[in-house]
């Protein structure tokens, strides 16, 4: 699969560890699920740039599943953050306040909810928000909320971030960009108990986000997988 996939890597760099411009992420060690989505989403006109719809229309949905599959099984380390804009203590302060409470009054959850305690991502759908340069954070935020990004109706992530001023939008993607990574990088293989978004967000390409959780075995079974813009997974 290594050699299948070097249009891939030829971008997200070797072994999928991202690129060196900050628009392509890092696929390696991302959950299957996610990866599978986001190729889908590429192929079905849910994301938009040319040179990914074009590598990914040829090729079968099942196809598609092996190569998600394969880059979520990299266990690979990560590079220390190194963003250094200019930005106030307190626009961070206000981001890591967003990031890891949310805001009851907008009906934001926190981004910890559905991403993990660890920020790494949830299995087997749910990316982590660590490990990822400034640009591309920025950049899929204002895809997200121009809609030139969009997923599985009902689409979360575009209402959330519909949610949030610009101002606290770069705050979010600020504080997460300097984060150090845990010492364990990998998906949580769950959510917390309880419904991780409020009554009225409903995530299409991650259900279980919006089911409450009791234990383990409440959980919907694992299924394939999902990339990113301007590379993105």
Known sequence: MAERTRACTACHGDQGRAGPDGYYPRLAGKPAGYLHN??????????HYELMARLVDPLSDAYLGEMAQYFADLKLPYPAPTTNNTITADRLARGQQ?????DAARGLPACTQ??????????????????????YLNAQLGAWQTGQRRAHAPDCMAEVVKRIPAPDLIAVSSWLARQPLPA??????????????????????????????????????????????????
């Open 38 to 47: 986001q190729l889908r989403n590429f192929a079905q006109g849910r994301r």
């Open 184 to 233: 364990d990088t990998r998906p949580a293989e769950r959510v917390p108990p309880g419904p991780a978004l409020p009554g009225d967000l409903r995530c299409g390409s991650a259900p279980e986000l919006s089911t409450p959780l009791a234990a383990p075995s409440a959980l919907p079974p694992q299924h394939a997988a999902k990339p990113a813009q301007k590379g993105q997974p």
């Open 114 to 135: 559905c991403h993990g305690v660890r920020l790494t991502g949830v299995q087997p759908n749910v990316p982590g928000l660590l490990g990822l340069p400034l640009d």
């Open 98 to 102: 967003l990031v890891t409470q949310g």
